[in-house]
C-alpha cells in the first residue's frame, strides 16, 4: 500500500504549535524568544520575500541571524530544518512552509466558513506568552476575532442543514471563550431543543443562571431569553435560522462595564456589521 501522506511539511500554530512531516507530528515544547521568530517568519504575509536582521529586530532583538536561527532550529526540533524550508543567506533569511494560519485565512476569504472553523483548532500558539512579541500577539487577535465572526455563519450552515450535533459542538467552543454571552445560551437552548435534546436545553438555562449566581453578577437574563425558556417547556417553540445576530445590547452593556467581561463585545461588533451590511 502506497504512502499517501503529504510530502511537504504542513506546520499548525493553531493550538499547541506542532510540524506535521511525512505521517509524523512533531510537537514544538521551546519557549525560548528565538522560536517565536521562526514562527513570525512561517506566518508573515509572504513568507517566500527574504526578511532582513534590521527587519526581524522589530519583532524581537537579535544578534547574529545565522547563529540565532541555529539555536532556535535546535531549541524547537533537535534537528536541521533545511529540508523543511528555512532558508539562511548572509544576513537574510526566510521561511517558506505552509501553514494552518495561511489556509484558515484562505478559507475564510474563499467563503468556506467550515472548513475555516474546522483549521482552527485553538488559540494561535496556545500557551505561549506574546507579551514582548507584539506582531504575534495582534496576530492571535485577528485570528480570533475571524474565527469568531466565520463560527456564527458556519453555525447558521450547519443549523439550515439540520446538522445539529456539529452545531452544538461549535457552540460549545464559543461559549468557552465567551460564558456570559445571552445570545450564545438563546442559541444553544435552541439547537438543543431542534437535535430532540429538549432536557439540555433546559439544563443550559439552569447553568447559565446559577453560574451568575455563583460569580455574584448584577445580571438577570432578559425577557426574549425566558420567553424562549417558557416557549420550550410549553412545547411550541419555533425556530428561526440567524436569530443569533440580533444583538443584545442590555446585556452587553454590563459585559462592557464589568472590566473583566470585555471580551463579549465582539457580538456588538457582529450586530454593526449586519446592520451596516
Not at 485577528?142 to 474565527?147: E, G, P, T
Not at 450552515?157 to 445571552?182: F, S
Not at 438563546?186 to 431543543?193: A, G, Q, T
Amino acid at each position: 500500500m502506497s504512502d499517501t501522506s503529504p510530502k511537504a511539511p504542513f506546520l499548525r500554530l493553531l493550538g499547541k504549535p506542532r510540524l506535521e512531516y511525512k505521517g509524523q507530528e512533531i510537537t514544538i515544547r521551546e519557549r525560548s524568544q528565538e522560536v517565536f521568530l521562526m514562527f513570525y517568519l512561517a506566518v508573515k504575509e509572504d513568507n517566500s520575500t527574504w526578511s532582513s536582521r534590521e527587519q526581524l529586530a522589530d519583532i524581537l532583538p537579535l544578534g547574529d541571524i545565522r547563529t540565532t536561527f541555529a539555536r532556535a532550529r535546535n531549541l524547537a526540533w533537535n534537528q536541521a530544518l533545511g529540508s523543511f524550508g528555512l532558508e539562511e543567506e548572509e544576513q537574510l533569511v526566510r521561511w517558506k512552509i505552509e501553514t494552518d494560519v495561511k489556509a484558515f485565512f484562505k478559507a475564510c476569504a474563499e467563503g468556506d466558513d467550515l472548513a475555516a472553523v474546522n483549521l482552527y483548532s485553538g488559540e494561535f500558539l496556545q500557551g505561549k506568552n506574546l507579551t514582548k512579541v507584539s506582531k504575534l500577539a495582534e496576530l492571535r487577535e485577528a485570528l480570533a476575532s475571524s474565527w469568531r465572526k466565520t463560527s456564527f455563519k458556519a453555525l447558521q450552515q450547519l443549523e439550515r442543514t439540520h446538522r445539529y450535533d456539529l452545531a452544538l459542538k461549535l457552540l460549545d467552543a464559543l461559549r468557552t471563550h465567551d460564558p456570559w454571552n445571552e445570545e450564545l445560551l438563546r442559541y444553544h437552548m435552541r439547537l438543543s431543543y431542534l437535535a430532540g435534546r429538549s432536557e439540555e436545553s433546559l439544563l443550559s438555562y439552569s447553568r447559565f443562571c446559577d453560574d451568575l449566581r455563583k460569580e455574584n453578577l448584577p445580571y438577570e437574563t432578559t425577557v426574549e431569553t425566558r420567553h424562549l425558556l417558557e416557549d420550550i417547556k410549553a412545547g411550541r417553540f419555533e425556530a428561526k435560522v440567524g436569530e443569533l445576530i440580533m444583538g443584545d445590547l442590555p446585556f452587553l452593556k454590563i459585559a462592557l462595564s464589568g472590566g473583566k467581561w470585555n471580551y463579549c463585545s465582539f457580538s456588538f461588533i457582529l450586530s454593526r456589521s449586519t446592520a451596516d451590511s
